[in-house]
């Protein structure tokens, strides 16, 4: 390949290049000491910033942030693969630099409410929980890429060298052994010719990135300088194919050519007028998009988990609050990440370029850390492992149905399905879900106009909840309290009910069913708190959230339906139920119970409001039980 350069006053020549020229030049250079005085190698600022940004992918792979980006509405296409793979750098970047923000943002909410020193709160905070650590660890990755691309930015050599030197210990830990190898090499150099020839060394400060403009903050590395002018030839009518047909002065006369195509390029760019000398993202539209995507992903992080705020000690998934698979190996890992490359680099600097005892070449061992994207790798492992354990089973079953009568597919005939046979016609499952079943109901039953006048009425509380509760985010609970008496005392007077059974699930922790790990955020739940916009994808999905709201709803409810028009209400709240007993956990066999009281009570018809088809099928099952108890 080809590598951009740049000849000093002295004659010293500055050559940028990616990691494997870079390192087959330094070998020459080994090899021949005097080429070492004529030219100086440059590991190419871009491909060290795109190494940077597959490490910080590779960290936040598997964490659900990639996917909590993905349903975030972001001005930016694939917004989680884009910041995962790393493909695009700009893009990776600008993404890098959104999180970068939204992080910030959210551990300073943190913080509001502590008293101690910052310092001190965020030792204690990163000691006591993996995931304020692990999250605490990617912010800082990422200040440490956008001060790298800093010194690029703005041409300071001094701060390159310090970035990239904090750099390393990522370049060891996560097992990028090219980089790991060859960036302290190129630190030495660096140090080395600052001590020996400062002359040079105040050259290169002016040089080792190039402007195409007078816009600030604004150069960039010769390699990346490179590769624009090589999209721009290809871009040509047949671009660089005469290369490729090995006549012998075509690299020679491509080599003079190119540095005069890049001098006219730039006196075309000095002619045109410069109207603008900003930034192309110092303007107004680029900062409002810019702060709209920052906005989205932190509500979007808020409404599951903040991994700052959160009192789980282990990691968590972002984007749905469960533990992460393996998190307590993961949480070791990833706290021994930085230490583990500190002692790396200082060992390979101390051995090999300050000693000399051990070659460049020598092998690096890889440390294989146990991070969030691994653990995805490691539940594929196991699901190959049972794949081939299956069809282990089938092959010996092939070979003790061999010469026998019965042929292996008659005797696998009457093993169980994954769907049962009356879910299924003709070999197929039906398609459809549970609630396809009610229009068959009706035509079975052929009970013509349903006359919704009862003297009781039964209420699936839940379901109201749903639907109640979408029409009142930004109100206040209490707000939406005093809307579902109203609209419970609506249903009963419909129906011209002077009884109202209102039913819940029991949601305290004696509820075997309920007993499933949090995926929703635990929040304080209060009367005057606002009603959250995600309540049904995450706050109901806390048992801890949804009990606490049901000791508040139900006492509202019971104190102000009693004291109004109806004769008897009811309403279940965990093991008590206020105004009748009942000690079933279920609100689906709940019902089903206030029913069957109804029938005891003279009642001889009952109105049963729900939106889930599980209570239809329960009652249908009860149907004849309860017809033989009609009065």
Known sequence: ?????????????????????????????????????????????????????????????????????????????????????????????????????????????????????????????????????????????QLTILLFVRSVRERKLELFRAVLASTCKYFFAMDHHNYARWVPVHLADLLVLKEQKPDIYAELSEFFTVSKSMRPNSSMGLDQAHEQYNDIIKSMSGGLLFLNENKKDDLLKWSVALPELARVL?????????????????????????????????????????????????????????????????????????????????????????????PISAVLHKNSLTIPSTVGTERDKERRAETAADLKLVRELQLAGDGRETAIIDALEFEPNNTPAVFCKDGAPYEGSKSSLLPTMKKLGDVGAVNLQSSVVVVDLSHVVHYMSSSSKGKSLSHLFEKMSAELLRIAQTSRAN????????????????????AGTQLHVTANMTVPTDIQANFMRNRHNKEEFYKLLVPYLFNKLQNGPLHRVAITFNEKTLGMDCNHFEADYRIVIFVQEALRLGHSSVTVATGDTDVVAILVGHCCELVRMCP
């Not at 740049?6 to 000491?33: E, H, M, R, V, W």
């Not at 005085?37 to 490490?55: A, D, K, M, Y």
């Not at 998190?327 to 390979?348: C, K, M, P, T």
């Not at 009884?499 to 949090?518: I, S």
Request: net charge negative.
């Open 499 to 518: 009884t109202l059974f209102v039913v819940t699930d029991r949601y305290d922790a004696a509820n075997p069913m309920k007993q499933r790990k949090d």
């Open 266 to 358: 730039e006196e075309e760019e000095e002619v045109l007028p410069q109207n603008e000398l900003r930034h192309h993202e110092d303007r107004p539209s680029f900062q409002k998009t810019f702060l709209q995507n920052c906005h989205r992903l932190k509500a979007k992080l808020n409404s599951v988990l903040n991994p700052f705020a959160t009192e789980k000690k282990k990691l968590c998934l972002v984007n749905s609050g469960e533990e992460m698979g393996n998190a307590e190996a993961v949480g070791l890992s990833v706290r021994s990440l930085e230490d583990i490359g500190d002692n790396q680099f200082r060992e390979y600097l101390e051995e090999r370029i300050v000693n000399r005892g051990t």
């Open 1 to 141: 390949g080809y590598s951009p350069s740049l000849t000093t006053s002295q004659g010293l020549t500055f050559i940028a290049s990616d990691q494997p020229l870079y390192a087959s030049q330094k070998i020459l250079a080994f090899q021949n000491p005097d080429l070492q005085r004529s030219i100086f190698s440059i590991l190419g600022p871009l491909h060290i910033e795109q190494v940077l940004l597959h490490i910080h992918g590779n960290l936040i792979r598997d964490t659900g942030l990639d996917k909590v980006m993905d349903v975030s509405f972001l001005t930016v296409e694939s917004p989680g693969t884009a910041t995962v793979s790393a493909a695009f750098i700009t893009r990776a970047r600008y993404l890098l630099q959104i999180i970068a923000v939204v992080l910030h943002s959210m551990i300073m909410d943190s913080y509001r409410d502590s008293e101690i020193n910052f310092n001190e709160w965020l030792k204690e905070r990163c000691n006591e929980n993996d995931n304020f650590f692990y999250w605490n660890m990617i912010l800082n990755l």
